[in-house]
């Protein structure tokens, strides 16, 4: 096992203006499974990479055990790789593609088949050692290419989105056994996708990444309970987390965010609504996921059943409140360009800029369980508690309460 070190990575490639990764530091300790997460293009192929020595960093270094990886000659680092398209030799046998990297080197003829049985009973495709790739499934060629890189007994796993071409069917009970594989061989893994399920089920800890830059990085029940920015709330969570532009409005009786067609009055008295009165009218965004009917008179969000999906165990109501959805803030790259303002009792505030136009309503997600349901059409009031209201400055940063 290796502990692996990230300390300021930063890569440019040559002709491009921007990083693909910039200034990221990452610590993932000896047998430590880390997940990458982060939407097409936000540099997560990059950074794995970096980490294997294929690429060279622009600035910082990656450290295996605190040793330089470029110091490291390739046969030293002793790093495993697994690609989301298999890449297994077609001509072959699942036999003799998961030995192919011994039978090029120096091992003894007998110590590789060894080595290959045990590989293949380690992810379970003993029964497919005769076959070849294009007599399997998508998930047994995964499996194969899984046997492919520990058969190596690699001190680092990399593994670059390898669910992305497994049948939804099977992903998930490949995505078990890679756990349950690690796991028991303890081998310092780190994981690339852009799948939040994969992250939050698979990860010991998960690195969310933006624009190339890291967000936050953490266990996964922390990082989707505690967002540290916007990005991270809104990127996490299913359904969709729903972002709305809000004001902050105190007087000496009660402190309200204002969402232009309706406030929400919060609790007087606790703690953590007095810290945002210190923020009189400043402009934020109001992130919410999921949440339930209302069912008394308390904090509440109301509005008109645009949507209903019904996934059997529950319905998911999407509820248009009237409020002024808020898009993601614009990368300081990116174009941007100045949205309408919006008129609140309070007054004006102005949207923020975005690099796409807003979603079409302000909606919330309501959670209404089975066998109770609503429709189209219906007025649906959602409870919001305290606990609910993830609040976030014009910069994506998020504000503690």
Do not use: C, W
């Not at 989301?84 to 593609?97: E, F, G, I």
């Not at 049948?167 to 594989?181: F, I, K, Q």
């Not at 081998?187 to 967000?215: C, F, I, P």
């Amino acid at each position: 096992m290796v502990a692996i070190a990230v300390r300021a990575l930063t890569k440019v490639f040559d002709g491009a203006g921007t990083p693909a990764v910039e200034n990221v530091d990452l610590d993932v300790a000896h047998g430590e499974l880390l997940v990458v997460l982060g939407p097409t293009g936000s540099g997560k192929t990059t950074l794995l990479r970096l980490i294997a020595g294929v690429e060279m960093p622009t600035h910082g270094v990656v450290l295996f055990d605190g040793v330089p990886v470029a110091d490291l000659p390739a046969r030293e680092r002793n790093v495993a790789m697994v690609f989301h398209t298999y890449a297994l030799y077609p001509h072959l046998t699942v036999a003799q593609n998961i030995g192919f990297a011994l039978r090029a080197g120096t091992e003894d003829p007998g110590d590789v088949a060894a080595r290959v049985a045990e590989a293949a009973r380690h992810v379970g495709v003993t029964e497919l050692l005769n076959r070849y790739p294009g007599h399997l499934s998508g998930g047994q060629q995964q499996r194969v290419a899984m046997a492919r890189a520990l058969v190596r007994r690699p001190s680092v796993l990399l593994l670059d989105e390898p669910m992305s071409n497994v049948d939804p069917v099977v992903r998930a009970e490949v995505r078990a056994e890679t756990v349950s594989l690690v796991r028991r061989l303890g081998v310092t893994t780190v994981y690339v996708t852009h799948d939040q399920s994969e992250a939050m089920s698979m990860g010991d800890q998960v690195a969310v990444l933006r624009n190339g830059e890291l967000q936050q990085v953490g266990p996964p029940s922390s990082v989707y309970a505690d967002p540290a920015t916007l990005f991270v709330a809104a990127f996490l969570g299913t359904p969709r987390t729903s972002l709305l532009e809000a004001a902050i409005y105190a007087d000496d009786a009660n402190v309200v965010l204002d969402l232009g067609s309706q406030v929400l009055t919060l609790p007087a008295g606790d703690p953590r609504t007095e810290a945002l009165a210190k923020r009189h009218t400043e402009r934020v965004t109001l992130a919410l996921r999921a949440l339930r009917p209302a069912t008394s008179p308390e904090m509440r969000l109301t509005g008109t059943v645009r949507r209903v999906e019904n996934l059997g165990h529950e319905m998911l109501a999407h509820v248009d409140t009237g409020a002024v959805p808020t898009p993601m803030p614009t990368p300081i790259s990116a174009p941007a360009r100045r949205a309408p303002t919006a008129r609140t009792e309070y007054g004006f505030y102005p949207v923020y800029e975005a690099q796409h136009d807003p979603p079409p309503a302000g909606e919330v997600v309501v959670r209404i369980p089975a066998p109770a349901g609503v429709k189209v059409g219906e007025e649906l009031g959602a409870a919001v508690g305290l606990d609910d209201v993830l609040l976030f400055d014009r910069a994506g940063r998020r504000i503690r309460l």
